[in-house]
């Protein structure tokens, strides 16, 4: 069975901090999808970005970025120069390639200030 | 408007209450997620469907939920004589490939059970 766990429950920065919201994983498959979602104030989950166990490289998306290591089995996300908008709960969530459910984590409230 | 869609946003019943959700997924994509998320924690799988076949329904709590996918589009969960512990946000989601693609998620159901 897949498990997430996200440690932080709670984060509050000031804009334009950075900030990284930790993830590891365990999963018992050679072969499984890390993902992190978004899920604002109206409750809808946004999809931010998908990871494949065979690709380790970091990624990279603006203000966002990716640090995927199996040595540890983490995949943290990290938050540049934070902004208000940015404020919401942020899920890691893991599927193998045998199943296809998400396994989610319980989230991390992130509060960015003014 | 292209994402999926549930209806209703909110449903308030009574206990012993029978309710339908309904999720319309995106257009094309061929499996569906039905997800549970209680207040303050992550989504917790319910069932998957691909095309109109129900492939896991592992995640159901009990016999009173069902869902089906009759013509491999929209899908309807169902539960029966609902019960205060039913209270919860549920999400449906689809993808466009069982394995390794992203799941996309429509605005939820909330559901309150008094």
């Known amino acids: 069975a897949q498990k997430v766990t996200q440690a932080q429950t709670e984060i509050s920065v000031v804009e334009k901090e950075d900030v990284t919201l930790d993830c590891v994983y365990e999963?018992?498959?050679?072969?499984?999808?890390l993902f992190w979602y978004k899920q604002p104030p109206s409750g809808e989950l946004v999809f931010l970005i998908r990871?494949?166990?065979?690709?380790?490289q970091n990624e990279i998306s603006g203000r966002y970025s990716w640090n995927f290591q199996k040595s540890t089995s983490s995949f943290n996300f990290t938050i540049t120069a934070s902004q208000v908008v940015d404020s919401a709960v942020y899920f890691c969530?893991?599927?193998?390639?045998?199943?296809?459910?998400?396994?989610f984590g319980k989230g991390i409230t992130l509060s960015v200030r003014p | 408007g292209a994402g999926v869609s549930q209806s209703p946003r909110y449903k308030v019943a009574k206990r012993g209450q029978d309710v339908a959700l309904r999720c319309d997924p995106i257009?094309?994509?061929?499996?569906l997620f039905w997800y549970q998320q209680a207040l303050g924690q992550g989504p917790e799988f319910l069932t998957y469907?691909?095309?109109?076949?129900?492939?896991?329904k592992s995640g159901l709590p009990s016999d009173r939920f069902f869902a089906e996918r009759p013509e491999g589009s929209v899908s309807t969960l169902k539960i029966q004589r609902t019960q205060q512990e039913d209270s919860a946000v549920y999400l449906c989601?689809?993808?466009?490939?069982?394995?390794?693609?992203?799941?996309?998620f429509g605005p939820g159901t909330r559901l309150t059970v008094t």
């Open positions: 989601a689809s993808s466009s490939r069982t394995l390794s693609y992203e799941q996309y």
């Open positions: 990871r494949n166990s065979f690709d380790e």
């Open positions: 999963t018992r498959d050679t072969t499984y999808y």
């Open positions: 969530a893991t599927k193998t390639g045998a199943n296809s459910k998400l396994t």
């Open positions: 469907f691909q095309n109109e076949a129900q492939l896991d």
């Open positions: 257009s094309g994509h061929v499996s």
